[in-house]
């Protein structure tokens, strides 16, 4: 007898900073979304696509659940109410040092879910077997109908078996995409990603939030990939830090970049970087949509 094909959309959603985008990184096998230790670094909902015979899963990261300050927050929040409304299967993350407390408001609308939910407790393995039992019971209370599974991204502990529950879960349904597609953002999202990462990784304090990178030229050849981008702040002076001391900052950050480029697209990156002032580009709905971030 012939198996129905499987497909779907598994939605991952949860606060700042608690491994959304390295879980989807580790269940999908690819480097697609840009992790970092701070907070606020997705922007974006970003799919990453697993394709086999059988099946299609495909996943979304989703920024950080917080409560807007400025429109491009707005924007961020948004994508991560609009993967309540789409999902076939939700994978809300939490982590073993925030509390359960936070977000009332999101955990209510998780609760009426009819799909569905697994909570996802990451970093287990910066906690001990006490402090985790207690954990699990409280999230078991706050979210009764859901599935609770503690796990560690970075030690890949557990991802298998959420995997596997993911599998099982996945309704009926031909794909939604292409099998040869992988994710849903063209070339140049992954540059620009890139590129935000080590200025997330690089600058300190409200430097990294005023950033957004703009890729101006694109061009592909056999072996190598011509590439312009502009990187964008706020305020004059934030340009002077981000280029740094005889240009120092921006060559690092050039040059961590590229060789991340070079990995990403197993192609050799001839990559030149500019810094202008977008005057207070994020809290304008018109910069905003020039960025391609999506608003009311
Ligand atoms: N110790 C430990 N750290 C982890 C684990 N998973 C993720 N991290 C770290 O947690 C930090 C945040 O990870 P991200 O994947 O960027 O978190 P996020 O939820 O996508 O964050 P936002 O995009 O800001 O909402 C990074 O420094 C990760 O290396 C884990 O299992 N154990
Ligand atoms: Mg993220």
Redesign the pocket.
């Known amino acids: 007898m012939q198996t129905m094909h499987k497909a779907g959309f598994v939605n991952i959603v949860?606060?700042?900073?608690?491994?959304?985008?390295?879980?989807m990184n580790v269940l999908v096998g690819e480097r697609i979304?840009i992790?970092?230790?701070?907070?606020?670094?997705?922007r974006h909902r970003i799919m990453g696509i697993c394709n086999t015979d059988e099946m299609q899963i495909v996943f979304s990261?989703t920024?950080?659940i917080l409560k807007p300050n400025y429109k491009l927050q707005e924007s961020m929040l948004n994508f991560s109410r609009s993967a309540l409304t789409d999902a076939d299967i939700l994978l809300y993350?939490t982590?073993v040092i925030e509390t359960s407390d936070k977000n009332s408001e999101y955990i209510e609308k998780v609760r009426c879910q009819t799909i569905p939910v697994l909570v996802l407790i990451?970093?287990?393995?910066?906690t001990n077997q006490e402090k985790l039992t207690e954990l699990v019971e409280t999230w078991q209370g706050q979210l009764p109908q859901a599935e609770v599974i503690p796990?560690?991204?970075?030690?890949k502990f557990n991802v298998n078996y959420v995997l596997k529950r993911v599998k099982e879960l996945l309704p009926d349904s031909p794909p939604y995409f292409d099998k040869s597609q992988w994710t849903d953002k063209p070339a140049r999202f992954f540059v620009s990603e890139i590129i935000r990462e080590k200025i997330l990784l690089y600058y300190d304090k409200e430097i990294p939030y005023s950033v957004e990178v703009s890729i101006e030229h694109f061009k592909e050849e056999a072996k190598i990939i011509f590439i312009r981008a502009v990187i964008y702040v706020e305020r004059e002076s934030q340009k002077g830090i981000i280029i740094g001391k005889e240009g120092k900052a921006l060559k690092k950050v050039a040059t961590e970049a590229r060789r991340s480029l070079e990995r990403f697209f197993d192609k050799k990156i001839f990559l030149e970087t500019f810094v202008k002032v977008d005057k207070d580009w994020r809290s304008s709905e018109k910069e905003l949509r020039n960025f391609g971030y999506q608003l009311d």
Do not use: M, R
């Not at 796990?151 to 030690?155: E, L």
């Open positions: 949860g606060n700042p900073n608690v491994g959304k985008s390295t879980l979304s992790a970092t230790f701070k907070a606020q670094t997705t990261d920024p950080g993350v982590d990451n970093k287990i393995d910066l796990i560690s991204a970075t030690s």
